[in-house]
């Protein structure tokens, strides 16, 4: 079933536990590690099976994509940001770029 970006923000705000003097580091340094889990099965597909993803290895990055969802909204929700909005935002901005052919390049002002 699926499931609107935010009510998995305040549903999985639940499963919250971490230092609340920690608000902004935990979830943060959270999500730095799981994408880093992200890339490590990206590499060891590489490596092992020269960018075939068999269906153990989707399944295991699946999981780890979920995790970094989860540290989204745990940062999004300690800055008082909303999933919906934030995702809404990000493909106005996408679009504007594709609009006036600036997708490529590099630069948050292009």
């Known amino acids: 079933m699926p499931v609107q970006l935010s009510d ?10 971490y230092p609340r003097d920690a608000w902004l580091v935990y979830p943060a340094l959270g999500l730095a590690g799981e994408a880093g889990e992200v890339a490590e099965h ?12 068999t269906p153990e290895r989707k399944a295991a990055l699946a999981r780890e994509l979920g995790d970094v969802l989860w540290y989204v909204s745990q940062l ?29 390049g590099s630069g948050d002002d292009r």
């Open 42 to 53: 990206v590499k060891k597909a590489l490596r092992d099976v020269g960018a075939n993803v």
């Open 76 to 104: 999004a929700t300690e800055l008082e940001l909303d999933l919906d909005a934030i995702a809404a935002d990000n493909l106005d901005k996408l679009l504007s770029r594709q609009r006036r052919g600036v997708l490529s």
């Open 8 to 17: 998995y923000q305040q549903r999985s705000r639940r499963t919250a536990q």
